[in-house]
Antibody, heavy 119, light 109 residues
Framework: QVQLVQSGAEVKKPGSSVKVSCKASGGTFSSYAISWVRQAPGQGLEWMGRIIPILGIANYAQKFQGRVTITADKSTSTAYMELSSLRSEDTAVYYC????????????WGQGTLVTVSS | QSALTQPPSASGSPGQSVTISCTGTSSDVGGYNYVSWYQQHPGKAPKLMIYEVSKRPSGVPDRFSGSKSGNTASLTVSGLQAEDEADYYCSSYAGSNSVFGTGTKVTVL
């Protein structure tokens, strides 16, 4: 059974960075895609980017280009999402989600990590 | 990449059907058969309900069905049950990216 377990809630100051982790168990981590999706309070889902660990290549939504970095450590089956230059509008629950391929649907999701940006 | 367009709300009585639309462009919904649908209850992570336009993952009731015509995909929930009350989001592959819909709140009257 595939499980994605994310790191805990974070409180950050505006202008700082946050790094959220997503540890996978079950399945073959390297061969599938991990996407990051965020949801601001009371808002919809927003795709941020994805990585395919076996390729080491990440794609990002244009909105987040230059501010987000998605990486993966195959040795620990863990994906990371780092978002910089944080502002209050980045307050959201951040989810990691697995897809069997870049185009595939997101069949397993992490439990979500609340990131609060506040001075 | 703009969000796919969904109606904000939909409703139906128990046992009835409700259909949710998801409108994109030829660069996403219309260009690929990689449309998926997610159900999200308050405070929970989304759950995959439909993938590749019309396929159901194991464990999803056959009351849920999907289709696509041109740049618009649709999710139909037949025989509505109380537990179907939730937010629903479509998603589409769009080349190197993915995009979600604006979301639809389904209310069971």
């Amino acid at each position: 059974q595939v499980q994605l377990v994310q790191s805990g809630a974070e409180v950050k100051k505006p202008g700082s960075s946050v790094k959220v982790s997503c540890k996978a168990s079950g399945g073959t981590f390297s061969s599938y895609a991990i996407s990051w999706v965020r949801q601001a309070p009371g808002q919809g889902l927003e795709w941020m980017g994805r990585i395919i660990p076996i390729l080491g290549i990440a794609n990002y939504a244009q909105k987040f280009q230059g501010r987000v970095t998605i990486t993966a450590d195959k040795s620990t089956s863990t994906a990371y999402m780092e978002l910089s230059s944080l502002r209050s509008e980045d307050t959201a629950v951040y989810y990691c989600a697995r897809g069997l391929a870049a185009a595939a649907a997101f069949d397993y999701w992490g439990q979500g990590t609340l990131v609060t940006v506040s001075s | 990449q703009s969000a796919l367009t969904q109606p904000p709300s939909a409703s139906g009585s128990p046992g009835q059907s409700v259909t949710i639309s998801c409108t994109g462009t030829s660069s996403d919904v219309g260009g690929y058969n990689y449309v998926s649908w997610y159900q999200q209850h308050p405070g929970k992570a989304p759950k995959l309900m439909i993938y590749e336009v019309s396929k159901r993952p194991s464990g999803v009731p056959d009351r849920f069905s999907g289709s696509k015509s041109g740049n618009t995909a649709s999710l139909t929930v037949s025989g509505l049950q109380a537990e179907d009350e939730a937010d629903y989001y479509c998603s589409s592959y769009a080349g190197s990216n993915s995009v979600f819909g604006t979301g639809t709140k389904v209310t069971v009257l």
